[in-house]
């Protein structure tokens, strides 16, 4: 009765993933709307850099290059020792477009990219912002697509996935987690009709916000001490009644997730205990989910092929429904085909890495982020 009442709980998880994923997918594709602008309102392209001058040629010329008119690109140097704000200066000395400034030192009771950022809006004149990491590789229509679907959706800001890649195959083992939230966890096409302020989700690397709306809830004061500030931002905006819509934008952004399975490690430790608002009770809820419904499923049906069990065809068909689901999802982020079968060490180390988050934010031991503890 038991192993009955499991392995149909293993085929519902299976069957709630898939057909979750594919809704997620579907939405995507159909929510989006090609650029059809090449002017229009200002926009203000914000980066905040600390580090950088090794990875912000890419970012740049790829601004450089936008087919849309009427924008300015300020990028903030948050305190580097590289020599970042000298590096963005001499690369793009002659183009008025572009402005390199000096960030200032960090206050108490801020944590740094929220400082920074807060910083990039007291100097930003454009009525859309566009928030964009130091290391993404913007294509030349990202502005104009950025505008066409804050007009055609009428929204407050927008956020959505670049396409990710790794420039070592062994990252390939860690930073798909990234996509466990809009796979298994947020309805992406009930954002815009739900008020409940889980139903939203953003990515730091592109986040897209009306300036008249930053300055209503006094900018970045919100999330000022938050780790994860784009998502606590977009949690926050929603809550606050303001409009969101989440996108595809692979088509029209890409750049690596994380520089090393070091630094891959460090990114996730550093958001996932935030993203459950510091309650040890959900992430033990979703520890159990994953690990008796997602993980475990696999070695289970290993052992039954191995023996014989006439458990192995409805557990096989468990794991079958999930490595599709993942399957879809590496196929749609334009991942190596072989990515999908990793997904049972995907989830393992969600869990390896949330339960060493948790200890050190408990032990009140922080990160190390971009040279700076943050706690």
């Given at each position: 009765?038991?192993?009955?009442?499991?392995?149909?709980?293993?085929?519902?998880?299976?069957?709630?993933?898939?057909?979750?994923?594919?809704?997620?997918?579907?939405?995507?594709?159909?929510?989006?709307r090609?650029?059809?602008?090449?002017?229009?309102?200002?926009?203000?392209?914000?980066?905040?850099?600390?580090?950088?001058?090794?990875?912000?040629?890419?970012?740049?010329?790829?601004?450089?290059?936008?087919?849309?008119?009427?924008?300015?690109?300020?990028?903030?140097?948050?305190?580097?020792?590289?020599?970042?704000?000298?590096?963005?200066?001499?690369?793009?000395?002659?183009?008025?477009?572009?402005?390199?400034?000096?960030?200032?030192?960090?206050?108490?009771?801020?944590?740094?990219?929220?400082?920074?950022?807060?910083?990039?809006?007291?100097?930003?004149?454009?009525?859309?912002?566009?928030?964009?990491?130091?290391?993404?590789?913007?294509?030349?229509?990202?502005?104009?697509?950025?505008?066409?679907?804050?007009?055609?959706?009428?929204?407050?800001?927008?956020?959505?996935?670049?396409?990710?890649?790794?420039?070592?195959?062994?990252?390939?083992?860690?930073?798909?987690?990234?996509?466990?939230?809009?796979?298994?966890?947020?309805?992406?096409?009930?954002?815009?009709?739900?008020?409940?302020?889980?139903?939203?989700?953003?990515i730091?690397?592109?986040?897209?916000?009306?300036?008249?709306?930053?300055?209503?809830?006094?900018?970045?004061?919100?999330?000022?001490?938050?780790?994860?500030e784009?998502?606590?931002?977009?949690?926050?905006?929603?809550?606050?009644?303001?409009?969101?819509?989440?996108?595809d934008?692979?088509?029209?952004?890409?750049?690596?997730?994380?520089?090393?399975?070091?630094h891959?490690?460090?990114?996730?430790?550093?958001?996932?205990?935030?993203?459950?608002?510091?309650?040890v009770?959900?992430?033990?809820?979703?520890?159990?989910?994953?690990?008796?419904?997602?993980?475990?499923?696999?070695?289970?049906?290993?052992?039954?092929?191995?023996?014989?069990?006439?458990?192995?065809?409805?557990?096989?068909?468990?794991?079958?429904?999930?490595?599709?689901?993942?399957?879809?999802?590496?196929?749609?982020?334009?991942?190596?085909?072989?990515?999908?079968?990793?997904?049972?060490?995907?989830?393992?180390?969600?869990?390896?890495?949330?339960?060493r988050?948790?200890?050190?934010?408990?032990k009140?031991?922080?990160?190390?982020?971009?040279?700076?503890?943050?706690?």
């Open positions: 009765m038991v192993k009955d009442i499991y392995i149909w709980l293993v085929i519902a998880t299976g069957t709630y993933t898939l057909l979750f994923t594919m809704a997620n997918i579907i939405y995507l594709h159909y929510i989006a090609k650029p059809d602008c090449s002017d229009g309102p200002l926009v203000s392209v914000l980066i905040p850099a600390r580090n950088e001058s090794a990875r912000i040629t890419p970012t740049l010329e790829g601004l450089a290059g936008q087919d849309y008119q009427n924008f300015e690109v300020i990028v903030l140097d948050d305190n580097s020792e590289d020599g970042t704000l000298e590096f963005v200066e001499t690369l793009m000395k002659g183009d008025d477009r572009f402005r390199a400034v000096k960030g200032a030192k960090l206050p108490p009771g801020w944590k740094g990219k929220p400082y920074a950022m807060q910083q990039l809006i007291t100097l930003a004149a454009g009525e859309i912002l566009i928030f964009l990491d130091a290391d993404m590789c913007p294509g030349k229509q990202l502005v104009s697509w950025t505008v066409t679907n804050f007009k055609a959706h009428q929204v407050d800001f927008l956020s959505g996935y670049a396409r990710h890649t790794s420039p070592e195959k062994k990252e390939y083992l860690l930073f798909p987690v990234m996509y466990l939230a809009t796979s298994f966890l947020l309805p992406l096409w009930l954002f815009r009709h739900s008020k409940t302020y889980m139903f939203s989700h953003a730091g690397q592109f986040f897209c916000v009306r300036n008249e709306v930053l300055k209503e809830i006094g900018g970045f004061n919100p999330v000022k001490d938050k780790i994860n784009d998502i606590q931002m977009a949690r926050y905006l929603k809550g606050a009644g303001y409009s969101q819509v989440f996108m934008a692979k088509d029209y952004l890409s750049g690596n997730m994380y520089d090393s399975m070091s891959a490690k460090m990114g996730i430790m550093r958001v996932v205990y935030e993203y459950f608002d510091k309650q009770y959900p992430f033990l809820f979703m520890g159990f989910v994953m690990v008796s419904f997602l993980i475990l499923p696999v070695p289970l049906t290993l052992i039954a092929v191995l023996t014989g069990s006439s458990l192995s065809l409805p557990l096989g068909l468990g794991v079958l429904l999930l490595l599709a689901s993942w399957g879809i999802t590496m196929t749609d982020r334009k991942l190596p085909w072989f990515t999908a079968f990793l997904y049972p060490i995907h989830f393992t180390w969600v869990l390896i890495l949330s339960i988050s948790i200890t050190l934010s408990k009140g031991l922080g990160y190390i982020w971009k040279g700076r503890t943050v706690r």
